[in-house]
């Protein structure tokens, strides 16, 4: 298994970034062999980190070297800061356009990965899940699933937040600079559900997306409340839920089943 640190210019940031890849090139025969997930074409699973966190957390936290060996897929790990994976317009960095754009456009050139939907997955947790999904929504000619683990699907509880007010997070001013004008967040396309009513009134088809929180997470009721709004709406929504908290145990439970379940016809 090969890891590369890449840094690279991104054209949608203005600024050179780093992203971390894991790619199952040099698997021994003795894991191939027999393994159906070998018969096909590597796929491609981008992982988001959380609020605070940095292009390493999934490496560090988790199993997913071993899991990229496992099921053959090449995973890509981008530096995301605290931006949601959203066009901030006031800063000019662009992370919607740097992961679904630029991103994308340099598998395609330098590794000839994640060259169609059907072999390209997004998934992350908390701001990373927010970010996998919203940028599925919106990219649905780049990813084919989404996996949103724990995800910090905040827009209902920001919405309307008055100049110098705060939640335990940060306060008015980051979230205007992240999400735009949060007197119409009920109008953006920074706002999952909204991109979800445009798609369908456009007669276009949600793509499938997973979903895991726990049930002592603080996101938990943010959480059921997308996947109902999800079901309403006639979207392919798969949502587990189980004993758990906002942490690696949690995340770690759900990563390989999440995998599996991209990895379904």
Same mark, same amino acid.
């Given at each position: 298994?090969?890891? !590369?640190?890449?840094?690279?210019?991104?054209? &949608?940031?203005?600024?050179?970034?780093?992203?971390?890849?894991?790619?199952?090139? $040099?698997?021994?025969?003795?894991?191939?062999?027999?393994?159906? =997930?070998? *018969?096909?074409? +590597?796929?491609?699973?981008? !992982?988001? =980190?959380?609020?605070?966190?940095?292009?390493?957390?999934?490496?560090? %936290?988790?199993?997913?070297?071993?899991?990229?060996?496992?099921?053959? @897929?090449?995973?890509? +790990?981008?530096?995301?800061?605290?931006?949601?994976?959203?066009?901030?317009?006031?800063?000019?960095?662009?992370?919607?356009?740097?992961?679904?754009?630029?991103?994308?456009?340099?598998?395609?050139?330098?590794?000839?990965?994640? *060259?169609?939907?059907? $072999?390209?997955?997004?998934?992350?947790? &908390?701001?990373? /899940?927010?970010?996998?999904?919203?940028? /599925?929504?919106? =990219?649905?000619?780049?990813?084919?699933? +989404?996996? %949103? !683990? &724990?995800?910090?699907? @905040?827009?209902?509880?920001?919405?309307?937040? *008055?100049? /110098?007010?705060?939640?335990?997070?940060?306060?008015?001013?980051?979230?205007?600079?992240?999400?735009? $004008? !949060?007197? =119409?967040?009920? #109008?953006?396309?920074?706002?999952?559900?909204?991109?979800?009513?445009?798609?369908?009134?456009?007669?276009?088809?949600?793509?499938?997306?997973? +979903?895991?929180?726990? &049930?002592?997470?603080?996101?938990? #009721?943010?959480?059921?409340?997308?996947?109902?709004?999800?079901? *309403?709406?006639?979207?392919?929504?798969?949502?587990?839920?189980?004993?758990?908290?906002?942490?690696?145990?949690?995340?770690?439970?759900?990563?390989?089943?999440?995998?599996?379940?991209?990895?379904?016809?």
């Amino acid at each position: 298994m090969a890891e !590369l640190n890449i840094r690279l210019f991104a054209p &949608s940031l203005s600024r050179f970034t780093n992203l971390l890849m894991v790619l199952p090139i $040099d698997t021994p025969p003795m894991m191939t062999e027999g393994n159906i =997930h070998y *018969k096909r074409p +590597m796929k491609t699973l981008f !992982l988001l =980190h959380g609020y605070s966190g940095n292009y390493m957390d999934w490496m560090i %936290g988790s199993r997913i070297g071993e899991l990229a060996a496992k099921y053959n @897929i090449a995973v890509v +790990m981008p530096s995301g800061d605290n931006s949601f994976y959203l066009n901030m317009e006031a800063s000019g960095n662009n992370y919607e356009d740097f992961i679904c754009k630029d991103l994308i456009n340099f598998l395609r050139n330098t590794f000839g990965l994640a *060259k169609v939907p059907e $072999d390209t997955f997004i998934g992350g947790f &908390s701001m990373g /899940g927010f970010g996998a999904i919203h940028s /599925g929504l919106v =990219h649905p000619e780049a990813f084919g699933k +989404m996996i %949103g !683990l &724990s995800s910090a699907l @905040i827009c209902d509880g920001i919405k309307g937040m *008055k100049p /110098g007010t705060h939640n335990p997070v940060a306060n008015y001013a980051y979230y205007r600079q992240t999400f735009g $004008d !949060l007197e =119409h967040l009920d #109008e953006s396309m920074n706002n999952p559900k909204y991109v979800v009513k445009r798609r369908l009134e456009n007669g276009e088809k949600i793509q499938p997306i997973f +979903m895991a929180c726990g &049930s002592e997470d603080f996101l938990v #009721e943010a959480n059921r409340d997308f996947r109902d709004f999800l079901l *309403k709406n006639g979207v392919d929504v798969t949502y587990k839920e189980s004993p758990g908290v906002h942490d690696w145990n949690f995340w770690n439970e759900y990563i390989e089943p999440a995998i599996c379940w991209a990895l379904e016809s």
